[in-house]
């Protein structure tokens, strides 16, 4: 049996996390993180999705940030997460696999939506400029 190459790290264009709630207590708690990722970390946050939108099986937000990051955010994440499902996965050529292979879950492990209508080749997403301007220490 033989396994593919290892992919290089410079795969990675950059990283996503999707931060997901149900019901009006876990929306609660993930404005409140939402809140204190933007006082803390050089992100880009995106709006706060209510309803599903695909691939995603559940309301979340989704907080886009660049490769160095990852060290100190994602840490952080697994500490202050307040019992919240987190997905954390990477932007390469392959949405798809991004998604279902290279995907990093804090709590449950939820469906992908439609994985079929993810692009297995484009070009990787880089972390747009951050939105997000740190006032406290990680
Ligand atoms: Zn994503």
Not at 7 to 27: C, E, K, M, N, T
Not at 51 to 65: C, D, E, I, S, T
């Amino acid at each position: 049996m033989t396994i593919p190459s290892p992919q290089p790290l410079a795969a990675i264009g950059s990283f996503h996390a999707h931060v997901y709630f149900d019901g009006p207590a876990q929306r609660e708690t993930a404005l409140a993180l939402r809140a204190q990722i933007a006082e803390r970390f050089a992100v880009t946050l995106g709006r706060v999705h209510e309803g599903l939108v695909g691939p995603h099986a559940r309301a979340m937000y989704q907080v886009a940030f660049d490769v160095p990051l990852f060290g100190n955010f994602v840490p952080w994440l697994m500490l202050n997460r307040q019992g919240l499902t987190v997905l954390v996965h990477t932007n390469t050529r392959d949405e798809r696999r991004d998604h279902l292979v290279h995907a990093l879950w804090m709590g449950e492990i939820l469906d992908i939506v439609g994985p079929e209508h993810l692009a297995a080749d484009m070009e990787p997403e880089r972390a747009p400029p951050p939105n997000t301007q740190p006032t406290v220490a990680p």
